[in-house]
C-alpha cells in the first residue's frame, strides 16, 4: 500500500474511460486544497493491450476539458498494481464483480465509480462507436467526479489508514 492516499480508475482498454476519469480527478486534486503530489492516481484496463495511447477521439475530448493525455499509455489490471491502491473504481459491475473475485482479499476496495461518487449502482458504457456517445460518457464522467470528488476522497482516504 501507497504512502499517500491512491486511486486507480479501471475501464476495459484503458484507452477512453478510465483515462479520462483519473485525468478528471487529477484536474480536481490541484483545483481543491488537496495537494495533487500526495496522492497516488492512475488507471488501468481489465483487456487492455499495454503500452498504446488514449484513442485519438479520447485525447480531443479531453482537450476540450483541457486535459492532456498525450503522454497516457495503456496498462493491464494486475495484482501488484491492485495491491498498491486505497480504492479501485471501475466502470461496470461486471469489471467488479470479475475482480473481487479474482482478488478476495482487496474486494473491500473494489467499488463502480457510480456508487463511490454518488452512492448509486449503475454501469457507465464503454460507448465507443461514436463520438456523440462518447461525448456523452465524457460528459457523465466529468459530472461524475466533480459531484462525487469529496465522497471518493473521503473513501480512498478510509482505506488508506
Known amino acids: 500500500m501507497t504512502a499517500m492516499p491512491s486511486v486507480l480508475f479501471v475501464c476495459t482498454a484503458n484507452r477512453f474511460r478510465s483515462p479520462l476519469a483519473a485525468a478528471f480527478f487529477r484536474k480536481e486534486l490541484e483545483q481543491t486544497s ?7 492516481v492512475d488507471s488501468a484496463g481489465t483487456w487492455a493491450a499495454p503500452g498504446l495511447p488514449a484513442l485519438p477521439e479520447t485525447s480531443l475530448l479531453a482537450r476540450q476539458y483541457d486535459l492532456d493525455l498525450t503522454r497516457h499509455r495503456s496498462k493491464s489490471v494486475t495484482a501488484p498494481l491492485l495491491t498498491d491502491q486505497n480504492l479501485i473504481l ?3 459491475a461486471g469489471q467488479r464483480e ?7 482479499l482487496i474486494s473491500e476496495r473494489i467499488h463502480l465509480l457510480s456508487w463511490a461518487a454518488e452512492g448509486r449502482n449503475y454501469d457507465i458504457p464503454d460507448a465507443v462507436y461514436s463520438l456523440d ?4 460518457i465524457t460528459a457523465m464522467l466529468h459530472d461524475l ?7 471518493i476522497c473521503s473513501l480512498a482516504a478510509q482505506f488508506h489508514r
Not at 34 to 40: E, G, I, M, T
Not at 98 to 104: G, R
Not at 145 to 151: A, D
Open 34 to 40: 488537496f495537494a495533487v503530489h500526495q496522492w497516488k
Open 133 to 136: 456517445a462518447m461525448q456523452e
Open 145 to 151: 467526479i466533480q459531484k462525487g470528488f469529496s465522497n
Open 98 to 104: 470479475a475482480l473481487q473475485t479474482e482478488f478476495p
Open 90 to 92: 471501475v466502470m461496470e
